[in-house]
């Protein structure tokens, strides 16, 4: 980002993903 950090962040909890520039899913155990 432009502040040249990464935050790997995991919830379970839709709206504090809501909160993130960007998310990726796990789903069956695959990336999407």
Excluded: P, S, W
Excluded at 20 to 29: N, S
Aim: charged share 25%; proline share 0%.
């Amino acid at each position: 980002n432009a502040e040249g950090q990464t935050i790997i962040m995991v919830t379970h909890d839709e709206r504090i993903a809501a909160q993130a520039g960007r998310t990726i899913q796990l789903v069956d155990g695959k990336v999407k």
